[in-house]
């Protein structure tokens, strides 16, 4: 038997293992359950969006139909707010609060100095309690580039806008945008020297990451049973599948070197998406981390999205002064981010667990937002979905409505179910356990 945290290491590589049954010490049952939040910026048409009954799910409205094959896989949640992100007398900056305060619940102090003050975030609190069980205590991702300081939006920080994750009230948890350095942060060794020496080396031999990892790994192998070999062949295979697709588009750069984005960052960003949400996918899977954010885009962000027919910048269309023509476009926009988030749980449905169940069950998953309508800047009822979780109590398959309570309420309740006992998440009022 050996120890379920068993690593494959090479020359600046630490890659961690999925569960297998030959690692098991105690029950396979014995699953943790992991903590993902993803962000879609700049409200949604909600009409299109929410269900119109509560209760089972049993038709989608046209935003959420990508996620159609998923309806037992999800709840959809209403009447959540965070009162926090209104102006509550500091003005303009709805979306540089709304992003602040959607993992905090806490009012982000108006400034675009260093003086910066908000809210610890609730991957953090859970990060603080549970993070040092894996290699990375969480992992934070993004789709924008990092905006540490500056002016932003009506005076706030450039802080709020572009971090959903802070540490302390004052300390954001940056995200990363490059697939590759996340690869590299999730599979190289520990030691940053190990890490460039190993990067250096690997790409002279043109050999890649899983290369130097299962170098030594004949002994290892030896030690498994036939179901833990397929199990195990098919991460690898996942994790070289990835690889390649950073490799291919960082060869792409080289090709078209007068590209904006750093090297590893795809142009197109359905595919930027994707990679990431693999990433997720692989973090989850190999339990190097049990928490994880995901900025899609930053509130406020003016992305065009040209490949679904709309040129125009997502922001200015979300203040769309009920012009049908602008409310189509934004609402397939709002289809778009919900067939990307429909690839991930594809993903995690698909990646087996230790005893055969997916990953997905082992998982609570929030996809929302913290503006409901981008024509009106509202906080309120915001859109909210999550996923995941069934193998550890959450009730999927339905649409409930709170009818107005603090956001913070839902992650007091999913600290619960992670084990963390927390009194407080920014402005909660209670814990929300039916969920």
């Known amino acids: 038997m050996v120890s379920r945290r068993s690593i494959l290491r090479g020359l600046g590589v630490s890659l961690a293992l999925p569960p297998l049954v030959s690692f098991a010490k105690g029950k396979p049952t014995d699953i943790p359950l992991r903590m993902g939040f993803t962000y879609i910026p700049n409200g949604v048409i909600m009409d299109q969006w929410r269900p119109s009954e509560t209760g089972v799910l049993r038709n989608l409205p046209d935003s959420l139909k990508p996620l159609e094959s998923h309806m037992s896989d999800f709840q959809v949640i209403s009447g959540l707010n965070h009162t926090k992100a209104y102006a509550n007398g500091d003005g303009g900056g709805d979306h540089a609060r709304a992003n602040a305060t959607f ?109 130097f990892a299962l170098s030594g790994a004949s002994d290892f192998s030896k030690r498994l049973g036939k179901v833990d070999h397929e199990k195990l062949n098919e991460y690898f295979t996942s994790v070289r599948e990835l690889e390649k697709r950073i490799e291919r588009e960082e060869k792409i750069r080289d090709v078209i070197p007068d590209l904006n984005s750093p090297a590893g960052i795809p142009d197109n960003y359905r595919e930027h998406l994707r990679l990431m949400f693999d990433m997720m996918v692989l973090a989850f899977q190999s339990d190097s981390t049990r928490i994880s954010s995901f900025l899609l885009a930053h509130d406020g962000s003016n992305r065009s999205f040209r490949d679904i027919g709309v040129p125009e910048g997502h922001h200015a269309l979300s203040h769309h002064k009920n012009d049908p023509e602008k409310i189509n476009k934004l609402a397939k926009i709002d289809h778009f981010y919900s067939e990307q988030f ?94």
């Open 103 to 211: 993992l905090t619940g806490c009012q982000a102090r108006k400034t675009a100095g260093k003086d910066i003050k908000v809210g610890v975030s609730v991957d953090q609190i859970a990060a603080e309690s549970i993070g040092d069980n894996t290699k990375l205590r969480s992992l934070e991702l993004s789709c924008d580039g990092v905006r540490k300081s500056g002016k932003c939006d009506s005076g706030y920080s450039c802080a709020y806008q572009y971090n959903l994750s802070w540490k302390t009230e004052s300390m954001p948890m940056v995200p990363e945008s490059n697939p590759r350095l996340v690869f590299e942060r999730l599979f190289g060794n520990s030691s940053s020297s190990l890490d460039r020496k190993g990067q250096l080396k690997r790409r002279a031999l043109n050999k890649s990451i899983l290369d």
């Open 342 to 435: 429909a690839y991930f749980i594809d993903k995690l449905s698909t990646t087996q667990e230790i005893d055969g169940s997916r990953l997905l069950d082992h998982c609570m998953i929030v996809f929302g937002g913290g503006i409901s309508d981008g024509n009106r800047h509202r906080h309120s009822d915001l859109p909210v979905l999550l996923a995941g979780g069934s193998s550890h109590g959450l009730k999927t398959g339905r649409h409930v409505d709170f009818e107005s309570v603090p956001m913070t309420n839902l992650y007091l309740g999913l600290l619960d179910r992670v084990g963390v006992q927390a009194s407080q998440v920014g402005d909660s009022t209670g814990i929300l356990t039916d969920i």
